[in-house]
């Protein structure tokens, strides 16, 4: 069976402060999506990675992806409470087209 | 650019009741789309891939006759559910894709569908 894991699912975190996301996958895939949900509304594409080694980063938040560990990342840094919201991570199994997303993990940045 | 749109954002429809939600590419053609089923505080759950012109295929466990897919044109697809129940109650998302050209999906904003 196809699984998406990320670790933590819920996480509160200080202003300020930096942390990480984790998303492990079961099955071979070069390509690995995250995005941003706010509280009733769909999803926001954050990052696309492509390749293995990819890295990217926009403001405060950097993504990354190992897919010989089937590993990628999402380090969050100087959070700011702006950044509150879940965070999927999606797999697209080779060949599939398809996604499978990750159990979320819901994000809380305290003032 | 690859904007999505859904119809419509939110639906209230009585038990027995059929309702249609609308998916479609505004900027580009898909030739494949995708519904995801999403409840509270869940992860969303892939229902089916739709192809121009073809039937839908079904993931395991989702049925075929309650959530009929229709993907009439490279723009346009559409999910009827059938005969609601409460516990057909939740946000539908829908993407589309250029399947053959790129993986990315792009995704519509979501339809709420509560049954009372």
């Known amino acids: 069976e196809l699984k998406v894991e990320q670790n933590p699912l819920f996480l509160s975190m200080q202003e300020g402060k930096n942390y990480t996301i984790y998303c492990n996958y079961s099955?071979?895939?070069?390509?690995l999506y995250w995005y941003r949900q706010d509280p009733g509304k769909s999803l926001e594409s954050l990052f696309v990675?492509?390749?293995?080694?990819a890295v990217k980063q926009e403001g405060r938040l950097m993504a990354s992806l190992d897919t010989k560990a089937r590993l990628s990342t999402l380090h969050i840094t100087a959070a700011v409470h702006d950044l509150s919201a879940t965070y999927f991570c999606?797999?697209?199994?080779?060949?599939?087209?398809?996604?499978?997303f990750g159990t979320g993990t819901r994000l809380k940045v305290l003032a | 650019g690859a904007v999505v749109s859904q119809h419509p954002s939110r639906v209230i429809c009585k038990s027995g009741t059929s309702v249609k939600i609308e998916c479609r590419s505004l900027d580009f053609q898909a030739t494949t789309m995708f519904w995801y089923r999403q409840f509270p505080k869940k992860s969303l759950m892939l229902m089916a891939t739709s192809n121009e012109g073809s039937k839908a295929t079904y993931e395991q466990g989702v049925e075929k006759d309650k959530f009929l897919i229709n993907h009439a044109s490279l723009t346009l697809s559409t999910l009827t559910v059938t005969s609601a129940h409460p516990e057909d109650s939740s946000f539908y998302i829908c993407?589309?894709?250029?399947?053959?050209?790129?993986?990315?999906?792009?995704f519509g904003p979501g339809t709420r569908l509560t049954v009372t």
């Open positions: 999606a797999v697209d199994p080779s060949g599939t087209y398809k996604y499978i």
């Open positions: 990675l492509l390749s293995n080694g």
């Open positions: 099955t071979t895939s070069d390509r």
């Open positions: 993407s589309a894709s250029l399947a053959g050209v790129s993986y990315e999906q792009y």
